[in-house]
């Protein structure tokens, strides 16, 4: 009978969220799908209550998959340069340009609110993997054990590659032993960044976000053993996966650049 109850309790709020559902901002969604799981906890309990919400939030997802199944994370920490820190850029009356983090309005917040979850910024406009380790992190207390995470999402290289144009490496740059050993590579000091929150955060996943595809021609092998080098550090670093954004990501092309002003 229990069973029963609680089945027709989640078709009803599978139904409820698909119906009664929409945003009143793109990060601010109203619904109602909630009831039901109210309603399960009121009669059966919160144990019943909590696996009944946590199997309703599954099937919601496996039938209509949308991109918001971010809910396994209640602590995620971005650690990146501009495309991570909701960077504006400003022109004043002399024609100069400006640039500046608001936060509020990165990616990161953005899932954040969308998910009731919290994302630390551990960006900043124009960051390198070389610059996060040897200061800025610590500078800023991003190593701070009051501020472990349950995933991390590393998002730096285009200014080690691209603007500065350091040297690359491979994972034989890294020491998985002692990252203080690791070659001064881009490499080196990206290995040493995960090394370094695993020891604050064991049980934490990662995850490493390639570059775009782009229509200019300059950098494409750069971006290719940037890549390469992404995908052999899962290997190397067990819960750790890649965001493959030259595969799976939006063509940045003189279309779209020019369409977001890029």
Not at 63 to 91: C, H, N, Q, W
Not at 197 to 221: D, L, M, N, Q
Request: charged residues 25%.
């Amino acid at each position: 009978r229990n069973l029963v109850i609680c089945a027709m309790m989640a078709a009803l709020a599978i139904v409820l969220s698909y119906t009664t559902s929409f945003y009143i901002t793109p990060t601010i969604k109203v619904g109602f799908s909630g009831l039901p799981n109210r309603l399960v906890d009121f009669m059966f309990g919160p144990v019943v209550g909590a696996i009944f919400g946590g199997v309703k939030d599954v099937l919601k997802f496996l039938i209509k998959p949308d991109g918001g199944f971010f809910g396994i994370f209640r602590t995620v920490a971005v650690v990146g340069d501009s495309l991570s820190s909701g960077e504006f850029e400003s022109l004043d009356e002399k024609g100069n340009m400006g640039w500046h983090d608001y936060y509020e309005y990165s990616w990161g917040q953005y899932i954040a609110r969308k998910n009731g979850l919290t994302a630390y910024n551990f960006s900043k406009g124009g960051m390198t993997a070389k610059v996060y380790m040897e200061s800025f992190a610590e500078s800023r207390g991003f190593w701070d054990k009051d501020k472990a995470c349950q995933a991390y999402v590393i998002a730096l290289g285009v200014n080690d590659l691209y603007n500065k144009k350091w040297e690359l490496g491979s994972i034989e740059d890294i020491n998985l032993e002692d990252w203080r050993k690791n070659a001064e590579t881009f490499a080196g000091y990206y290995g040493a960044i995960v090394s370094r929150y695993k020891e604050i955060s064991p049980e934490a996943k990662f995850f490493f976000v390639t570059f775009p595809r782009e229509s200019r021609r300059e950098g494409i092998e750069t971006t290719a053993q940037m890549i390469d080098l992404l995908y052999k550090l899962t290997e190397i670093f067990d819960n750790s996966y890649v965001i493959d954004l030259y595969k799976y990501g939006p063509y940045y092309d003189a279309e779209y650049k020019e369409k977001f002003n890029l």
